[in-house]
């Protein structure tokens, strides 16, 4: 099959494509807010209504929560699946948006072009690159590469309560000789990247209560707990202020040091520590001491403060003590950590370091997932490490990646088959921040570099 008529056909009709991605970003399917499950359940009809134009057999299919879309197409000896998901991120802080997040635009920036609102890299732009592919492929051939499943998520970015279920109730149509996944970044921009390992993730939550009710600071204060201050205390114990190691015990059991031929890979990969700081407003590497930015990000495990709240926030003052206070945690893992006997081991922390008189209480909902390596030995990565580098001209790399993917794990684990994941995606793309963007570079070159890699693969 002629490959080049195909690349053409994506150059041709990059407006088209434009066009129905922007389409996509004006529906705000937001999974963890309820108030959008009718936007969510939306956008799986529309993609599902696609994918059936493509000439996929493509159904949105029920779940207790989002629907997952499910289609199948092509024909051959090999079979490949499609992951993605439709689900994005809340907005807040709204105010910091520069233009409506469901309103997406193309801008003119000093970098480029890039294509404006909530979703645009996570991960709709992404998904819609290997679709796209899909569709110059079937408009130049009448057919597509090979046999390919499409598996899109609703519910990626609210923890995936139904995708275990739902993998296990339909293992035998959802399993295929490989899956791909487009939910990655590059390693720096124009240099094409294939993920080799992801961190894994662990959420919890927690609140101190002190008195029943909010106290008058003037009658209590001095001689009362003030549950602000002891969680402040508690979070501050979790690091060693000296080497910003975490200082829970055994956090770091299951952790491995990095190998001395792969952080040379690392070290010659073309990531630039100082465009990666900047570009958000740091100017040094902060964290763990004796560890390269990339080892930080990519090897080590994390333990972050995601939120910290309590008391009085409203217009003025009001002279209280607070009842309560609450904080929001996650980890990043790596290696061998155990998600579960983690948990146990930061809740102990907490446990051992209250006050008389301060009480803790945990949130019920657990989620965690211990990290992912990839068997890059398949020789379908060297084909796909070649397709990338004709399309980009610079030769693609194995990188580390520093987000939690959990499904890659699970497509192992549940269904036995290995990943490949390929993104597109760059640092300042501000997934899950305001003003989030994708490159249009990124969306017209990953059409084109999905395309090679289907020819390589099919």
């Given amino acids: 099959m002629t490959l080049d008529a195909v690349l053409s056909r994506i150059d041709d009709t990059l407006p088209e494509a434009i066009n129905r991605l922007m389409a996509m970003l004006r529906v705000p399917s937001i999974s963890t807010d309820p108030a959008y499950k009718a936007d969510c359940a939306r956008m799986a009809e529309m993609i599902a209504a696609d994918l059936n134009d493509l000439g996929f057999d493509a159904a949105a299919r029920p779940t207790p929560g989002h629907p997952m879309v499910v289609g199948h197409g092509g024909a051959g000896d090999r079979h490949l699946l499609f992951y993605g998901h439709y689900d994005v991120q809340p907005v807040d802080p709204l ?88 939910d990655t970044s590059m390693v720096s921009p124009g240099i094409p990247s294939i993920a080799s390992q992801l961190r894994g993730m662990l959420k919890d939550e927690f609140t101190i209560r002190g008195p029943r009710i909010d106290l008058h600071s003037g009658h209590y204060g001095g001689p009362g707990l ?19 190691r975490v200082a829970v015990e055994g956090f770091y059991e299951g952790v491995h040091e990095l190998s001395p031929a792969l952080k040379k890979q690392w070290e010659n990969c073309g990531f630039d520590e100082q465009t990666y700081l900047n570009s958000v407003g740091y100017t040094v590497s902060s964290g763990e001491k004796g560890y390269s930015t990339l080892e930080l990000q990519w090897a080590r495990p994390t333990l972050e403060v995601n939120g910290l709240w309590g008391g009085y926030q409203g217009a003025g003052s009001k002279t209280v003590i607070p009842s309560e206070a609450h904080c929001k945690i996650t980890c990043r893992l790596v290696g061998d950590m155990d998600p579960d006997k983690l948990r146990e081991k930061i809740r102990a922390h907490v446990a051992a370091r209250l006050s008389p008189d301060a009480h ?26 070649a397709a990338l580098s004709d399309e980009w001209n610079r030769e693609a790399v194995f990188v580390g ?52 890699v289907l020819a390589r693969l099919a």
Avoid at 112 to 127: A, E, F, N, P
Avoid at 226 to 244: W, Y
Avoid at 431 to 447: A, L, Q
């Fill in 226 to 244: 003030n549950p602000l201050k002891e969680i402040a205390r508690i979070v501050a114990s979790f690091h060693d202020p000296e080497t910003g």
């Fill in 95 to 182: 105010n910091l948006w520069q233009r409506p997040p469901f309103d997406p635009a193309i801008e003119e920036t000093p970098n480029g072009k890039v294509i404006r609102g909530r979703g645009s890299s996570d991960d709709k732009g992404q998904l819609m690159t290997f679709i796209e592919a899909c569709r110059a492929w079937k408009a130049v051939h009448g057919t597509l590469p090979c046999r390919l499943t499409i598996f899109l998520e609703g519910e990626e970015e609210s923890g995936s309560p139904s995708l275990i279920p739902f993998m296990k109730e339909n293992a035998s149509e959802l399993t295929a000789d490989l899956a791909l996944i487009c």
């Fill in 360 to 385: 803790v209480t945990w949130d019920k909902d657990l989620e965690g997932s211990p990290a992912a390596v990839m068997n890059i030995a398949r020789p379908e990565f060297e084909l796909a490490r």
């Fill in 401 to 452: 990646m520093g987000g939690s993917i959990p499904i890659a794990g699970f497509f192992k684990s549940v269904l036995g088959m290995d990943a490949m994941l390929i993104g597109f995606a760059n640092d300042d793309d501000a997934i899950h921040s305001p003003n989030e963007k994708y490159d249009v570079e990124s969306f017209h070159k990953g059409i084109r570099s999905w395309a090679r």
